[in-house]
């Protein structure tokens, strides 16, 4: 190949890249989705418009600027822009959680038991109200969970997702990894208001006035899932192999049984606030719990609590 032609194209590979395209291709991040509640009160006494820079490098890109968190004509809140970062020790602990968090497959792959990264269901790099935010978790740790009966550290809730979600093993409490994430996570939330946190946090319930059926969420599956997540639920790979592009809904490359997302309503929760991509908030509440609980019923890896001996004991509680 010519020099010229050779320097052209490798001028072009950083927008390859979403974490290394310079500001000016980025600028098109700035749209506003339609159902992300706008500001529109006194133009002059409106809190600065933060955007999200950095488009989620795995995944489509869900795109968040900002949130009202409780009264919407009182509390907004934006999670602060990583290209605000200071370049030091600190900013660089957040960025690595960062990294982990919306790449887990390349920076912390032998934790990893499936094919999925962390941002594939806390979206808009955990920043998505309506997918479990790390802004709006945080802050509230150490928590009673119904899960174990007991008050969780924020490490101990993080290594519940490494197994069940991500089917694999957690990095130690004292791990690099897992300093990283708590970083991220507590740099996520500077300035939250603490009025928000319970309005913003997990997933908004879903109540549907017939019970969940498999068969009618087949259908919804397949007239509105399987184009992204495949016919077979096994998602679809990126050509140069280096993850999903659409994670995988069930198989071994799957959450975990026992995952939150496992569970009929949790998985309800999200799907209906976050899927079918782009058009979120589409489905009825019915229709997303019949296909949580389609979900439900496909194979996936193992229950993490359940061994050989589970066979002659009670099973664990769900969720
Ligand atoms: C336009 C493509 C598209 C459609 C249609 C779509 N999804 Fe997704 N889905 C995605 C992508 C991409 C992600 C990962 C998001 C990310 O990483 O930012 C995802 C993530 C998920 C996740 C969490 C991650 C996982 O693999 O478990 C679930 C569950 C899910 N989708 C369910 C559904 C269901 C149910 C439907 C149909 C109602 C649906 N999706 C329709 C693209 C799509
Ligand atoms: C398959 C989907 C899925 C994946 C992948 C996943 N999570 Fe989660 N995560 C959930 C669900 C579902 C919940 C909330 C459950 C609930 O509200 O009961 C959750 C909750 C959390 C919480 C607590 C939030 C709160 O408000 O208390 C943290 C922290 C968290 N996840 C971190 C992670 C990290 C770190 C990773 C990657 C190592 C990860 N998650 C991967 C589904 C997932």
New binding site residues.
């Given amino acids: 190949m010519r020099a010229p032609a050779l320097i052209f194209l490798l001028s072009l590979t950083p927008m390859l890249n979403g974490s290394a395209a310079p500001d000016a291709v980025l600028i098109e991040a700035v749209s506003i989705e339609p159902d992300v509640p706008t500001w529109d009160g006194d133009a002059d006494d409106a809190p600065p418009t933060r955007l999200l820079i950095e488009p989620?490098r795995?995944?489509?890109?869900?795109r968040q600027t900002e949130t009202f968190v409780a009264d919407p004509d009182e509390i907004k809140f934006a999670p602060p822009r990583l290209a605000d970062l200071p370049d030091n020790a600190w900013g660089k602990q957040v960025k690595y959680g960062r990294d982990l968090f919306?790449d887990t497959q390349r920076h912390a792959r032998r934790y990893v038991g499936n094919?999925?990264?962390c941002?594939?269901?806390h979206?808009?790099e955990g920043r998505m109200v309506g997918s479990a935010p790390l802004w709006a978790g945080y802050p509230l740790y150490p928590l009673y969970r119904g899960k174990n009966l007991r008050a969780n550290s924020y490490q101990e809730r993080i290594a519940d997702c490494f197994r069940f979600?991500m089917a694999g093993t957690s990095p130690t409490w004292d791990s690099p990894e897992m300093a990283a994430l708590i970083a991220y996570s507590q740099w996520l939330s500077t300035n939250v208001p603490t009025r928000g946190l319970m309005a913003a946090r997990g997933f908004p319930g879903v109540k549907a006035p017939r019970e969940a059926s498999h068969g009618r969420g087949k259908i919804?599956?397949q007239t509105?899932?399987?184009?992204?997540?495949g016919a077979n639920g096994r998602?679809v790979k990126r050509a140069d192999g280096t993850g999903?592009?659409?994670?995988?809904?069930w198989g071994w490359d799957?959450?975990a049984t026992g995952a939150g997302?496992d569970k009929l309503t949790t998985?309800a929760a999200?799907?209906r606030a976050?899927?079918?991509?782009?058009?979120r908030n589409s489905?009825t509440p019915q229709?997303?719990l019949d296909?949580?609980f389609?979900?439900k019923i496909q194979s996936r890896p193992w229950d993490p609590r359940i061994g050989w001996f589970s066979l002659f004991i009670e099973g664990p509680a769900d969720g």
Avoid: D, E, R, W
């Fill in positions: 989620p795995v995944g489509m890109s869900t919306v094919g999925l990264n941002v594939n269901c979206l808009s979600s919804v599956y509105q899932c399987a184009v992204c997540h998602g999903y592009q659409f994670p995988p809904l799957s959450y997302m998985g999200f799907i976050n899927m079918p991509l782009g058009k489905l229709q997303a296909v949580s389609y979900l």
